[in-house]
């Protein structure tokens, strides 16, 4: 998908050097990825953890609040709210920036590496952001969800299963 848009929307062709240029997504697409890049050091990666435990968080509450639901709107409802504030949140999401931060590469390589390579690139896509993102999904998923869920309703679960 990011081979696709980066060749796609990201890039137009230059009329005057006839070598393909980034266009204002592609441009945009350059800057998140060099955003989500830009976590250096311990308190980097402790940044990039708590945003990716928040943001899991907020998708399991959405999945939630969606099984929840009896109609539709209440569905949509359900999933649009914690959706959209985690996106305007800025919180990490592996899932999400396996898409984001290769899209910024390869369109930063079709318009002739005019961002800084050294923050942009295939290493540092992991080591500074998916690695530590995706640790923080899964604790705020199982912690802030799972966990105090089950707590809330163990009676309920431990009853519906028959155990103690």
Not at 13 to 27: R, S
Not at 77 to 99: D, I, L, Q, R
Request: glycine share 10%; charged share 5%; proline share 3%.
């Amino acid at each position: 998908m990011a081979v696709l848009v980066s060749y796609g929307p990201y890039t137009t062709l230059d009329a005057t050097t006839g070598a393909l240029a980034a266009t204002t997504f592609g441009t945009r697409a350059i800057t998140i990825a060099i955003a989500k890049v830009s976590y250096f050091g311990p308190l980097g990666i402790l940044s990039v953890f708590l945003k990716g435990m928040l943001c899991n968080w907020l998708v399991c509450l959405a999945l939630f609040l969606s099984l929840a639901a009896d109609d539709v709107i209440g569905k949509m409802v359900g999933v649009w709210f914690p959706t959209m504030a985690f996106v305007v949140s800025g919180f990490e999401h592996g899932v999400a920036n396996m898409y984001f931060i290769p899209a910024g590469i390869i369109t930063n390589m079709i318009a002739n590496g005019s961002a800084n390579p050294t923050i942009l690139n295939w290493g540092t896509m992991w080591t500074n952001n998916i690695i530590w993102s995706t640790l923080g999904n899964i604790v705020g998923g199982a912690v802030f969800m799972a966990v105090i869920y089950y707590y809330c309703y163990r009676t309920e679960i431990c009853a519906l299963y028959k155990t103690t």
